[in-house]
Each structure stands twice: as C-alpha cells, then as structure tokens.
C-alpha cells in the first residue's frame, strides 16, 4: 500500500528536499505551498510531485486542502510540519503583527495541519507526524523572540500529541535544525554567517538533504517505536 505525505513549505529549501527524499521512498508526496505559483509549477514540473496551495495558519483553509487531497490522492498518512516565516527583531522593535503571524503560521500551522489529518490517521491505526522546530525554539536567539516561542512550542506541541497517538499507530516527532545552507541562511549578512559557523564545532553549515534523512527515518515503519522526540542536527552547536 501505497502511503500519502503533504509536506508543508515543500517545494522549496528544506521543504524541498523533505519532499523528494519522502518520493524516493515510493511515497506519493504532495507539497504544500503559500505562495509563489510560478516556482511551484517549476518544481511540479520537475519532480512530478504535486504542489496545492494554501495558507498553513489558516485553519478552514488546511481542513477543505486535506479534504481536496485526500479526494485526489488519497487517504493522508504522513505530514511534515515544515512550512514557517521570520518577522526577526528586537522586542522593541517588533510588531504585533510580527508576533503574531510568526505564530499563526509556525505553530498555529502545527495545529491545523493536525486537526485536518490526525483523526484519519487514529481511525485507521497508522500515522506519521513530524514537526520541523528549530535550534533556536531549544536555545533562544538574539531578536527572534517570536520565532523562537514558536519553535519551542512545537516541541512541546510534539510531545504532548504523541501522547494521544501512541496506543493509536499514529507517531509524533519533531527535527530541530541548526543553521542549514538555504535561502534563508543564505540572506545572513557574510561577517554574521562567519560567525554562526564559528560555533558549529563541525565547521560548516549543514545540508537540507540531512535534514530530510531524518525526517525519512521518523516516517518509516523502521521508527514505529520513536514517538514524543526531537531530533537535534545541527552539527553538535546546541547539545540538548
């Protein structure tokens, strides 16, 4: 039988190689996506992975998105909570709006992709969720005071839905990334990134690929015995 995954922020940086790493397993991956059509057809066509588009921190819109997909595609059996922005800035200089969408968004998008899926999953006694938190919701970061409070409340998020899962079929896990090679990183200003590195005591930033190797390991059979964790990788940086 054949498994279906929605992978969130899928088809670009970390989300991208999620996607195809799960594909390469014989997965049927759909990524989801918020924004920018034209790259998402570029990766569609690419890949031959499907890209749907919805707003992850719209909860009416990620409970008709499952519903579309799972009517297309089938039953949803994996997903991976990639999708999140930044609205970096000190306290006194941070909006409401910043705050607030920076939650809606990475935390809130947790809740509602779950909402969406995990009652199927229970119902037919077999799930896979996992959670991209990040270094910074373990060890807090200078200016990301939203980020970092969404991020850590994905783990706990994490471990407290795993606890209803877990007599059900249906795991919850979470990664926590360290600074990785994307687009993202890439925008750091040089002297800053140079001193990111600095603290990575192996040396170098780390690839999306490695990330996604773990988020395969979380959604195979091999890791039915793994629920409530995080997964550090980031290069020995945070050892938490």
Same mark, same amino acid.
């Given at each position: ?10 088809? *670009? ?15 049927? @991956?759909?990524?989801?996506?918020? =924004? ?14 499907? +890209? ?17 997909? %799972? ?11 990639? !999708? ?18 920076? &939650? ?11 909402? !969406?899926?995990?009652?199927?999953? @229970?119902?037919?006694?077999?799930? *896979? ?18 980020? +970092?409070? %969404? ?10 839905? +795993?606890?209803?899962? %877990? ?10 990334? =360290?600074?990785?090679?994307?687009? &993202?990183?890439?925008?750091? /200003? ?7 590195? !600095?603290?990575? /005591? ?12 773990? @988020? ?22 945070? &050892?938490?």
């Amino acid at each position: 039988m054949t498994r279906v995954a929605i992978v969130t922020g899928g088809t *670009r940086g970390i989300g991208e190689a999620i996607s195809l790493k799960l594909q390469g397993m014989g997965i049927t @991956v759909v990524a989801n996506y918020a =924004g920018n059509d034209e790259k998402a057809r570029a990766f569609t066509e690419r890949t031959g992975i499907a +890209a749907y588009k919805w707003d992850v921190g719209d909860h009416q819109a990620c409970l008709d998105g499952c519903v579309r997909v %799972a009517d297309e595609v089938g039953p949803i059996d994996i997903v991976v909570n990639n !999708a999140g922005i930044t609205r970096d800035g000190t306290l006194a200089r941070m909006s409401y709006d910043d705050w607030h969408d920076v &939650m809606r968004i990475n935390l809130g998008g947790c809740f509602n992709m779950a909402k !969406a899926t995990f009652p199927g999953m @229970v119902e037919r006694g077999w799930g *896979r969720i996992v959670n991209i938190g990040s270094i910074n919701g373990q060890a807090g970061q200078y200016g990301q005071v939203n980020y +970092a409070a %969404a991020k850590s409340g994905i783990h706990g998020f994490t471990k407290a839905l +795993a606890q209803e899962g %877990a007599k059900k079929g249906v795991t919850v896990n979470a990664i926590a990334p =360290g600074y990785i090679d994307t687009d &993202m990183v890439a925008a750091v /200003p040089a002297p800053v990134l140079e001193k990111i590195v !600095a603290k990575i /005591p192996v040396g170098r930033l780390g690839q999306a690929d490695e990330i996604a190797r773990g @988020v395969a390991f979380l959604c195979s059979e091999d890791a039915g015995f793994v629920t409530g964790s995080t997964m550090s990788i980031n290069g020995g940086q945070h &050892m938490y």
